[in-house]
């Protein structure tokens, strides 16, 4: 495996041996060498959690966020300089738990973002909670007896909300994952990469062996991911011993950035706002 | 006193545009050169139950609302019957003749045909014109006035709307000037164009922020602070500014601080129950020294409380919102024009500190409309802090050899900028860190910063006579009321002096020690139950304050309530 030190910080990842982050840390800076990025030609946000701690790996501009809400940080990052390579991550917990609110509205409105999910489908940094991708049946220290919630599906929520691009990683799978990432960041509009990620220490049953022997690769089974209707018969099929990655939908809509006239192609920050007349207003409300 | 005083009322259903035909009335009473305060009383709800809308009209400031009404316009029956005890002693109350379900040997009833005058003009829907016009007419007010505020207010609902509302106004004005009953007394002198803006304090606020350079306005709607996404999000594209409607109030400051982030100001607003939601986030800002404009519109709480009415019960809760310890600035503005002034120096200081800045604002203020002359004269020159354009190599964010604590800033995607803006304490790059001295170097970093901001927050306002037998105390809102209430007091041979605090927190003891301890009796006023600002002043500057004015019931302080409270109790 090819590693890409120039994006490293001075701090090591202090992730578990064998974490699934790895996996999605060196696809990350697969993709962005791919790409030809300078570190200072990404923006990321990033979540609370173990997926949050990339955070402090990854040498570009970054901002970690509180749990849940990276989101709305990206989209603020977004609309204040639409020319910047936007690109969030967070957990399964974080994203789908107490932030699954801004998810749908990030797909709705389609921001030119990339959005990955690092999903262990388990709270790993609190010491193994269930997480809202847990199975049902799940036995976890907040559920000894089992989950009785059905998990959430972010594939078929990504497509049914407006994510033009959805598409699932393995982190077992780096060179896959890395082309699904440049695929993501290149695609304009709202991408959402869902990352099945193995957490060795909290979840082993979904670990490596688990996933290596289930998963199948979409292009090579033929899916094709402008089929609206195929994309989500897949997305929800029930089936726990093939599992799909690769690309499940993907769509052309207008960004909110287009829609939104008031950018056109200048970005925000380069507005000058020393001196700004609002005489127009004033007389709209004089005597 | 002045020469022109008088007080208006117009009441009917919520639905009957009543807010739309008060605001046109007090706009030609402004263009005249007289002073207005327009407040408004409605309940939660769209359509019907009891809206009333009051106009002020002095030729001179101070002004506020104030009970004792000189012309109410009845719409209905309900209005008559509720504020019937509130009416002046040669009041006149305005009603259709053809409603006569009621007492009409009431004092003071006048009579008007109005819907039938409506029908005439050009349909029953200008019998509110109508009602304005007779009101015109009845206190010798030029007609040209009321025919200009008219035109304006109807100047994009075509040809026909405007002009059966001016033949509205007409038909009530001319009415009016051949029945008008000898007991009124009440009459206009001035006669010359003035111009004027009438405008509430959000929509002060909204002006200042655009001309502050606002470029991101995220909000949720709640009231009382609804209006100011109103104000904005037509100005969308004349302006740049991205006006965003977010799925809730935690979204809006987050993506207010993304913004801010990327370099651009930006600013949330809300009330209590938003900012509630949006506490967590505050505190995001606060630790990577992201600058942030909060508008906090209060209303009386707990929870949904009464979502309309006015209070000031949350500066506890903004003083001390979000975990940990950390700087923030509010401001309180008490008028129109300081909240103008203030939402701009809440921008600059958010940038020049890199500190959340809250602007504590309330229903009164936030709704009511207040006549000013010369806005731009509030400008405030911008102060943009520390922005790199150029980064230099091995860029610290949080660089921690710099004097005052406040390190620069570098924007994405300027190269050697790389930085981690991190909710979790860090290095000097922002990196994650759990090691002692660097926290304790960190924190102090940031706390630096204080000193700093106590020189440069704004001082109180010292309002009265300096050997005062009587001296109030306030913050936001409250300023109109008691500057009303003074002018009344001096008739009294009552002397009285107010410190009107415009920002609370940091506390500056310096503010506040000389006008307390000269105080002879002190008495602090304000909208909420349990009297917090004079609890913050407790215990900064180690006193007890023996008598508190407090009111919570919804409404605002009306002056003779101070008057009557000082007089009592001297």
């Known amino acids: 495996m090819k590693d890409f030190p120039v994006y490293n910080t001075y701090q090591k990842p202090s992730w578990c041996p064998g974490c699934g982050n790895f996996g999605i840390w060196y696809a990350l800076k697969a993709a962005f060498n791919e790409l030809g990025f300078k570190n200072h030609d990404i923006t990321m946000v990033f979540g609370i959690g173990c997926s949050g701690n990339l955070s402090n790996f990854l040498k570009v501009?970054?901002?970690?966020?509180?749990?849940?809400?990276?989101?709305?940080?990206?989209?603020?990052?977004?609309?204040?300089?639409?020319?910047?390579?936007?690109?969030?991550?967070?957990?399964?917990?974080?994203?789908?738990?107490?932030?699954?609110?801004?998810?749908?509205?990030?797909?709705?409105?389609?921001?030119?973002?990339?959005?990955?999910?690092?999903?262990?489908?388990?709270?790993?940094?609190?010491?193994?909670?269930?997480?809202?991708?847990?199975?049902?049946?799940?036995?976890?220290?907040?559920?000894?007896?089992?989950?009785?919630?059905?998990?959430?599906?972010?594939?078929?929520?990504?497509?049914?909300?407006?994510?033009?691009?959805?598409?699932?990683?393995?982190?077992?799978?780096?060179?896959?994952?890395?082309?699904?990432?440049?695929?993501?960041?290149?695609?304009?509009?709202?991408?959402?990469?869902?990352?099945?990620?193995?957490?060795?220490?909290?979840?082993?049953?979904?670990?490596?062996?688990?996933?290596?022997?289930?998963?199948?690769?979409?292009?090579?089974?033929?899916?094709?991911?402008?089929?609206?209707?195929?994309?989500?018969?897949?997305?929800?099929?029930?089936?726990?011993?093939?599992i799909p990655i690769g690309v499940f939908y993907k769509s052309e809509r207008e960004t909110y950035e287009e829609a939104s006239i008031e950018l056109g192609d200048k970005p925000l920050t380069e507005d000058d706002i020393e001196d700004i007349n609002i005489d127009e207003i004033l007389e709209e409300i004089a005597t | 006193?002045?020469?022109?005083?008088?007080?208006?009322?117009?009441?009917?259903?919520?639905?009957?545009?009543?807010?739309?035909?008060?605001?046109?009335?007090?706009?030609?009473?402004?263009?005249?050169?007289?002073?207005?305060?327009?407040?408004?009383?409605?309940?939660?709800?769209?359509?019907?139950?009891?809206?009333?809308?009051?106009?002020?009209?002095?030729?001179?400031?101070?002004?506020?609302?104030?009970?004792?009404?000189?012309?109410?316009?009845?719409?209905?029956?309900?209005t008559i019957e509720l504020h019937l005890n509130e009416m002046n002693s040669n009041g006149i109350i305005i009603f259709d003749s053809a409603i006569?379900?009621?007492?009409?040997?009431?004092?003071?009833?006048?009579?008007?045909?109005?819907?039938?005058?409506?029908?005439?003009?050009?349909?029953?829907?200008?019998?509110?014109?109508?009602?304005?016009?007779?009101?015109?007419?009845?206190?010798?007010?030029?007609?040209?006035?009321?025919?200009?505020?008219?035109?304006?207010?109807?100047?994009?609902?075509?040809?026909?709307?405007q002009k059966i509302n001016i033949e509205a106004i007409k038909e009530g004005y001319y009415f009016a000037k051949n029945t008008q009953p000898d007991f009124f007394k009440i009459k206009m002198t001035n006669n010359t164009y003035a111009k004027k803006y009438v405008i509430t304090g959000n929509e002060a606020i909204a002006l200042g922020a655009v001309k502050a350079g606002l470029k991101l306005y995220a909000a949720y709607p709640m009231t009382p602070a609804s209006s100011i996404l109103h104000f904005l999000s037509p100005l969308e594209r004349k302006y740049r500014i991205i006006v965003k409607h977010t799925e809730d109030e935690i979204a809006a400051i987050l993506t207010a601080i993304g913004s801010s982030f990327a370099g651009i100001r930006s600013m949330a607003a809300t009330s209590g129950g938003g900012f509630s939601l949006m506490t967590e986030a505050l505190g995001m800002a606060s630790i990577t020294e992201t600058p942030l404009v909060i508008v906090e519109c209060m209303r009386p709480g707990p929870s949904t409380g009464m979502p309309t009415w006015t209070e000031q019960g949350d500066l506890r809760f903004v003083m001390h919102a979000s975990q940990g310890d950390f700087i923030r600035v509010i401001l309180t503005p008490g008028d129109v024009s300081e909240a103008y002034q203030l939402i701009q120096l809440a921008f600059n200081l958010a940038e020049k500190y890199q500190i959340p800045v809250i602007l504590l604002s309330d229903k009164f203020l936030s709704e009511s409309s207040e006549s000013v002359d010369n806005l731009t004269q509030y400008d405030l020159p911008k102060e943009r802090g520390k922005r790199l354009k150029d980064v230099p190599e091995n860029f610290k964010r949080y660089d921690l050899s710099i004097e005052d604590g406040i390190s620069w800033r570098a924007f994405p995607p300027s190269p050697n900028g790389m930085q981690l803006a991190n909710s979790d304490e860090h290095d000097e790059y922002g990196l994650v860190t759990e090691e002692k001295d660097l926290r304790i170097a960190m924190v102090e970093k940031r706390m630096k910063r204080l000193e700093s901001i106590k020189k440069e927050i704004p001082k109180p306002k010292i309002y009265g006579e300096t050997d005062a037998e009587v001296s109030l105390i306030g913050f936001g809102s409250v300023k109109n009321p008691i500057l009303r209430a003074m002018e009344y007091i001096k008739h009294e041979n009552i002397k009285v002096n107010f410190l009107h605090c415009i920002c609370p927190h940091p506390f500056v003891k310096e503010h506040y020690i000389d006008f307390v301890n000269n105080a002879k009796r002190l008495i602090c006023i304000e909208n909420n139950y349990f009297g917090q600002f004079a609890s913050i002043l407790q215990e900064n500057l180690l006193i007890e304050i023996k008598e508190k004015l407090l009111k919570f019931d919804g409404r605002p302080f009306f002056p003779h309530e101070i008057v009557e409270y000082i007089k009592r109790r001297i």
């Open chain 1, 61 to 242: 501009y970054g901002f970690h966020s509180i749990h849940g809400r990276t989101l709305p940080v990206a989209t603020g990052i977004k609309l204040a300089n639409h020319k910047l390579n936007v690109i969030a991550t967070s957990g399964d917990g974080d994203g789908l738990g107490i932030g699954l609110g801004h998810f749908i509205h990030t797909s709705r409105r389609n921001l030119d973002i990339t959005y990955i999910i690092h999903n262990n489908k388990v709270y790993g940094l609190t010491t193994g909670q269930t997480s809202p991708t847990s199975p049902k049946g799940f036995a976890s220290k907040s559920t000894p007896f089992g989950v009785i919630e059905l998990p959430v599906n972010p594939i078929a929520l990504a497509i049914i909300s407006g994510a033009t691009f959805v598409a699932r990683g393995y982190s077992g799978e780096i060179d896959h994952l890395t082309s699904l990432i440049v695929q993501g960041i290149k695609h304009k509009g709202f991408a959402v990469i869902d990352v099945l990620q193995p957490c060795v220490t909290f979840n082993p049953s979904y670990s490596y062996p688990f996933y290596n022997q289930r998963i199948y690769k979409l292009e090579d089974a033929g899916h094709d991911p402008e089929d609206f209707n195929k994309a989500l018969a897949l997305a929800t099929e029930n089936n726990n011993e093939r």
């Open chain 2, 1 to 78: 006193m002045e020469k022109f005083s008088l007080n208006w009322k117009i009441g009917g259903e919520a639905g009957e545009g009543i807010m739309v035909t008060g605001l046109i009335f007090s706009k030609a009473c402004a263009s005249l050169g007289y002073e207005v305060f327009n407040y408004a009383e409605y309940p939660s709800r769209i359509r019907g139950g009891h809206n009333c809308y009051q106009v002020k009209i002095q030729d001179k400031k101070p002004i506020t609302a104030e009970y004792g009404i000189d012309i109410l316009v009845a719409l209905n029956k309900e």
């Open chain 2, 100 to 161: 006569k379900d009621f007492d009409l040997n009431i004092p003071g009833l006048y009579p008007v045909p109005l819907e039938e005058l409506a029908i005439k003009a050009g349909g029953k829907i200008t019998k509110n014109n109508v009602a304005i016009g007779v009101c015109a007419g009845l206190i010798d007010m030029p007609y040209e006035a009321l025919e200009r505020a008219v035109k304006k207010a109807f100047k994009d609902k075509g040809e026909h709307v």
